[in-house]
């Protein structure tokens, strides 16, 4: 039903269905962050270590970093590295700063702002999913990055569809073939995350 009114509307009232029941707001996030304390999680971002340059200097920013522990946990294995976390959260910016000065935190909506200039690493840890179209995010970031744009969210086998339409944070679902007109490359699936219920794809993205 919901599909012959789509087409009927010039296939508008799916899209507006999504964007009535995206929770994903800044007061959303503000108040999730601020009941989180002071840290949060930095676990996800332990399967990115490998992938980057060890003992090298580079610039990474971490949009959607949150309360910054995963930009703290780079920042200690990669100390050479300029490691900038940006997230449109207030409060989780301001409780990152807090933590410490090795790490440049900022305020960024990345769908209405553009990163204030290019990274050698731009990641997007557990974020795509909360948008309604990851694309557009996707091709921002990609202008401002020279060596790679890494990617990783909750892998998805099997479904119907690609977007998500009920009430909730996650928008979006990824599988292998989710950036496959870019030039991709997928790192890692990796094995079932028992404290997220399913398992992590790593992609890596190239300009």
Not at 38 to 57: M, V
Request: aromatic letters at 14%.
């Amino acid at each position: 039903m919901l599909k012959k009114l789509d087409r009927k509307t010039g296939d508008r009232l799916l899209d507006f269905i999504r964007r009535l029941t995206n929770i994903n707001t800044p007061e959303y996030w503000d108040k999730k962050l601020l009941s989180k304390g002071e840290c949060w999680r930095d676990f996800p971002y332990k399967f990115l270590l490998k992938f980057l340059p060890k003992n090298e200097k580079f610039s990474l920013l971490d949009i959607g970093c949150a309360l910054g522990d995963g930009c703290i946990l780079l920042k200690k294995e990669f100390p050479l590295a300029e490691i900038s976390g940006a997230d449109f959260s207030k409060v989780a910016i301001e409780k990152a700063k807090r933590k410490t000065n090795q790490v440049s935190f900022f305020v960024l909506d990345i769908l209405k702002q553009n990163p204030p200039k290019k990274y050698d690493y731009i990641i997007l840890i557990h974020i795509l999913e909360h948008f309604n179209n990851p694309y557009l995010i996707v091709d921002k970031c990609l202008h401002f990055v020279r060596k790679a744009l890494i990617i990783e969210c909750p892998y998805t086998e099997r479904f119907d569809s690609l977007y998500l339409y009920w009430p909730g944070q996650h928008r979006y679902l990824f599988n292998k073939h989710t950036f496959s007109k870019y030039n991709c490359r997928i790192l890692e699936i990796t094995e079932k995350i028992e404290s997220a219920g399913y398992k992590y794809i790593i992609y890596q993205l190239t300009p």
